[in-house]
């Protein structure tokens, strides 16, 4: 297909297209994939943008909250950040493949100005089996009764791991919906002792072959007691368990985490970038 200028966004008639070039990568595709195979490609209800520059089965980018090249060659990324150009900034971060992402952004830096941090190296892990490491048996789903006590976790996890405070703007209501939206789905878990969370985790993103497992975190007073890996164990076991391969991704500078998932069984299926954004 002869390629066009720029870039294009994309619509219902793509929809066939788009996921059966996110099918063909499935774990690193992820989180888009499951917005679009469970709604479509129209911006109003993924909550953002698919575009492209000759097909999806050339090019492929999401914008959104976060901006994720999917696919495509030096010039289809040169239409993406021309296109991300032409209005205000929208997204907070570029993730995606290293070897997108990393190009993407020395195309937008110069526009968009410094990154507030830029993590080059993080391996994207999977596991599509039995994890190698008992499962710890009091890990479990979090009631919506507990949102409380285990949103303070998750607001200490985010602030140790992006390194802002998610409260930050409008009081933490929209951080809160979004905690909410993740136990009332099913979706977050957590190891309690007496009122304190010691453990947490969530599948962040689901499509209808990965799980994506973000925001593990162990309580600073109950660290190298093997709770982060036998924790984690037990989220990557309920995934595999409905059917899907487990997948996260990991800072390369994380030693501990990379230790704890090598043990768990998860093998690397490719490298990501974050580049977090003021």
């Given amino acids: 297909m ?9 619509g219902a008639r793509d ?10 990568d499935p774990v690193a595709s992820c989180m888009v994939a499951a917005r679009v195979q469970d709604l479509g490609v129209e911006p109003r209800s993924i909550n953002g943008e698919l575009w492209s520059r000759g097909g999806p ?19 289809d990324l040169r239409a ?6 032409r209005f205000p900034r929208m997204c907070s971060s570029l993730v ?28 994207l892990l999977a596991l599509a089996g039995r994890p190698l490491v008992a499962p710890d048996p009091e890990v479990r789903l979090v009631r919506m009764d507990e949102l409380d006590t285990y949103l303070v976790a998750a607001v200490e996890m985010f602030i140790e791991e992006v390194g802002v405070d998610p409260r930050a703007g409008d009081g933490g209501r929209g951080y809160r919906r979004r905690v909410a939206g993740l136990i009332a789905a ?14 947490k985790a969530e599948i962040g993103s689901a499509s209808r072959q990965v799980g994506q497992i973000q925001g593990v975190w162990v309580h600073p007073g109950h660290r190298c007691r093997g709770l982060g890996a036998a924790g984690t164990a037990a989220v990557a076991e309920a995934v595999v368990a409905g059917g899907r391969t487990a997948s996260l991704y990991v800072n390369s500078f994380n030693h501990p985490a990379r230790r704890a998932y090598d043990r768990i069984g998860f093998t690397q299926v490719a490298t990501f970038s974050t580049v977090l954004l003021d």
């Fill in 80 to 85: 993406f950040a021309d296109r991300a150009c």
């Fill in 96 to 123: 995606g493949r290293a070897e997108l992402t990393m190009p993407l952004w020395e195309m937008l830096e110069a526009d968009w100005g410094p990154a507030r941090e830029v993590r080059s190296e993080q391996p």
């Fill in 15 to 24: 929809r066939a297209d788009v996921l059966r070039v996110l099918d063909a």
């Fill in 186 to 199: 099913g979706r977050a878990f957590a190891r309690f002792e007496g009122d304190e969370v010691i453990y």
């Fill in 2 to 10: 002869l390629k066009l200028l720029g870039a294009r966004q994309l």
């Fill in 57 to 75: 089965d050339e090019s492929l980018c999401f914008s959104g909250a976060n901006l994720v090249p999917l696919r495509g060659d030096l010039g």
